[in-house]
């Protein structure tokens, strides 16, 4: 690879020029594997909740520690261990990453009490924050640029789905193997994905070439997605301000720190009204009458309209009308809960209503994790998308507890749906403050 400038080849051209390959598919496969597993896992606790209190005969604000364990670990993986694909490689990170959720996840199948459930599902998040950058990363640096955005949203919303699914899968375990049992299926599947990456899926191409040119693996996954390349063929190398970091200084100095501070405001408040949906919703609707069955399956709904909603808002998104979507989103979505209530249970009006509700949350913070890679310029655009993420995990985190909080309280399922109303209000008013002119960056 010591050949001269002149004879290198561009990588990232060779990539975007060529049909997608066998391997690059298998890469973006697995990538959404793990995303599905990782909105599975996120969601299955909230499910067990309602079961897991009546069998131990405590109230479900118990709980609300053990929900807010697994955000706060991923803020903790995100921030901490995720960066180290930057050194240790992403196909790496992502192998520790399902060992660790794998094997949390199972070990939440034998607590005993909500302290067990804390520390499990602390280092359920610790492995979950790691694996999500890593999943974008390990994509994005294989998939041609002309694929790119679709594939990172459609891969990006399969966390939805698996959020969705689980309400109909968690059902069936509990009826046949009990709340244990949907912990320990939700530890074997990354198991097998972690074996799957070891046996099939190799390094990032990119990251060998950037990294380590000299590795020998480089040859042969060439060979995987370009077998006419000769495998001796050098490749240039990023200029050294290509690659060089970024504090989170940057973030918040004069030239960035109003469309950072928007941006950390919107996704805080966006994800406090999500998480406490996601944790609390089949509590509330049980509580509000829904048979338990039908609250599972409801409480989940607001990811299938989070998926809807995510791809109907980046429509707006690539026309420039980014804005006015989102506001009017976030005030529907702010008045489906305040006039929730209003809807016999389990009926089509409720059931449409939570769709839509996922549409203005879920959905939206998919359109906002798109801005948070826009909003910035290439030289800090991963620093700029790495804190939004975490910043934003620090409203989630606080959100079960909230949640737990209202019902301790006393407050009706239909009170506290409506509070919800009021973080997305503020969206609304958030998204007013965003200039357009950031989403060209």
């Not at 406090?272 to 709904?301: D, M």
Request: hydrophobic letters at 55%; one cysteine or more; charged letters at 10%.
């Amino acid at each position: 690879m010591a050949a001269n400038a002149e004879s290198a080849v561009d990588l990232s051209r060779l990539l975007d020029e060529r049909a997608i390959s066998a391997l690059q598919a298998l890469v973006a496969v697995l990538s959404a594997l793990i995303m599905f597993v990782d909105g599975y896992d996120v969601q299955v606790m909230a499910l067990a909740v309602p079961l897991v209190s009546h069998e131990w005969s405590l109230t479900p604000p118990h709980f609300s520690l053990a929900l807010s364990a697994v955000l706060f670990g991923i803020c903790v993986g995100a921030a901490f261990l995720a960066p180290l694909g930057d050194r240790a490689g992403r196909r790496r990170l992502l192998i520790i990453a399902m060992t660790v959720i794998g094997l949390a996840t199972m070990a939440t199948s034998t607590a005993g009490s909500p302290a067990q459930f804390v520390l499990w599902r602390l280092l359920t998040g610790i492995g979950l924050g790691m694996s999500i950058p890593n999943c974008n990363a390990w994509t994005a640096e294989y998939v041609p640029v002309r694929s790119r955005p679709t594939i990172l949203v459609v891969m990006n919303a399969a966390i939805g789905a698996g959020s969705f699914c689980a309400g109909f899968i968690a059902p069936v375990i509990f009826a046949h193997w009990g709340w244990r049992g949907a912990f320990v299926i939700g530890g074997v599947t990354p198991l097998i994905i972690g074996l799957l990456i070891v046996l099939s899926a190799p390094e990032s191409l990119k990251f060998l070439v950037l990294r380590r040119p000299q590795d020998p693996r480089i040859a042969s996954i060439l060979a995987r997605i370009a077998p006419d390349v000769d495998p001796a063929t050098p490749f240039q190398r990023p200029p050294a301000t290509a690659v060089s970091r970024w504090s989170l200084v940057d973030l918040l100095g004069p030239i960035y720190r109003r469309r950072t501070f928007v941006l950390w405001g919107v996704v805080v408040a966006d994800l406090f009204a999500l998480y406490v949906l996601i944790s609390w919703l089949p509590t509330l609707l049980q509580s509000a009458g829904w048979p338990l069955n039908a609250a599972l399956r409801g409480a989940v709904l607001i990811q299938a309209g989070g998926v809807a909603g995510g791809i109907l808002l980046s429509a707006f998104l690539s026309r420039g009308a980014t804005i006015p979507a989102l506001f009017v989103a976030y005030l529907i979505t702010a008045a489906c809960l305040v006039l929730f209530h209003l809807a016999p249970a389990a009926s089509a009006a409720s059931w449409i209503a939570l769709l839509v509700i996922g549409g203005g949350t879920s959905g939206a913070q998919l359109c906002l994790n798109a801005l948070a890679t826009a909003y910035y310029p290439p030289a800090i655009k991963a620093t700029g998308m790495s804190w939004a993420g975490v910043v934003g995990n620090f409203g989630a985190f606080l959100a079960p507890v909230a949640g737990g909080w209202g019902i301790e309280q006393g407050y009706s399922s239909g009170s506290i749906l409506a509070m919800l109303a009021v973080p997305l209000v503020l969206c609304a008013l958030g998204v007013l403050f965003m200039r357009r002119e950031w989403q060209w960056n």
